[in-house]
């Protein structure tokens, strides 16, 4: 089955700093990656997804690299704002399989 | 479109009782997952359905756990006899085929 990880499970960062959180996967024929935002009290919120014939998106605020090689994807978060902190999930596969999350704080 | 939507959003309950949990999709969506999250093992995929048929139930942890989707609209969760260590929080989320995820609020379950 899918193994995911997230190389760190908080993130602290300054107001208006980019956010980098990484994750990484195990099964090398995945093809199809997400990113979810989840806030104190609520369920998963999708961000961004990209599919494994592109290495990199953009949405507003947000890009995801995917690394196919070395089986990694990140999510950048440009000028991060308070209303940013979060728990932030990778998710891979059709089926879904969820990385531990990695919480996001911002300072104001 | 009102979302997903779960009930109840929360639940109490003593160790040995059922536990009925329901999600209504969004509509028409035609996939729909069960979720379960804890503190000790994260977002964990329980279910879910594609056209109301059971795909994939290998994240159900043990036979007390049974999940139904007798229609497009509706699908439920039971758990008996339900114990301590099945409190979490279960979300149910819905999509269009491989598209993404939607999910709802989530019903936040305790277990005494």
């Known amino acids: 089955g899918e193994s995911v990880g997230l190389h760190l499970p908080t993130l602290s960062v300054q107001e208006g700093d980019n956010s980098i959180i990484n994750c990484a996967y195990s099964?090398?024929?995945?093809?199809?990656f997400i990113w979810y935002k989840q806030e104190s009290g609520k369920g998963p919120q999708f961000i961004i997804d990209?599919?494994?014939?592109?290495d990199k998106r953009q949405g507003q605020r947000v890009t995801v690299l995917l690394n196919k090689t070395v089986k990694h994807l990140s999510l950048q978060i440009a000028a991060t704002q308070p209303g940013d902190s979060a728990v932030y999930f990778c998710?891979?596969?059709?089926?879904?399989?969820f990385g531990a999350g990695t919480r996001l704080t911002v300072k104001p | 479109d009102a979302g997903v939507i779960q009930s109840p959003r929360h639940e109490v309950t003593e160790m040995g009782q059922e536990v009925t949990l329901r999600c209504k999709p969004i509509s028409g969506h035609n996939s729909l997952f069960w979720y379960r999250q804890t503190m000790m093992r994260g977002l964990e995929l329980l279910i879910y359905f594609n056209n109301n048929v059971p795909i994939d139930d290998s994240g159900m942890p043990e036979d007390r756990f049974s999940a139904k989707m007798p229609n497009a609209s509706f699908s439920t969760l039971k758990i008996q006899p339900s114990e301590p260590r099945d409190s979490a929080v279960y979300f149910c989320?819905?999509?269009?085929?491989?598209?993404?995820?939607?999910f709802g609020p989530g019903t936040r379950l305790l277990v005494l």
């Open positions: 990209i599919r494994s014939n592109m």
């Open positions: 989320a819905s999509s269009m085929g491989e598209e993404t995820q939607y």
């Open positions: 998710a891979v596969g059709y089926d879904m399989r």
């Open positions: 099964n090398s024929a995945s093809d199809y």
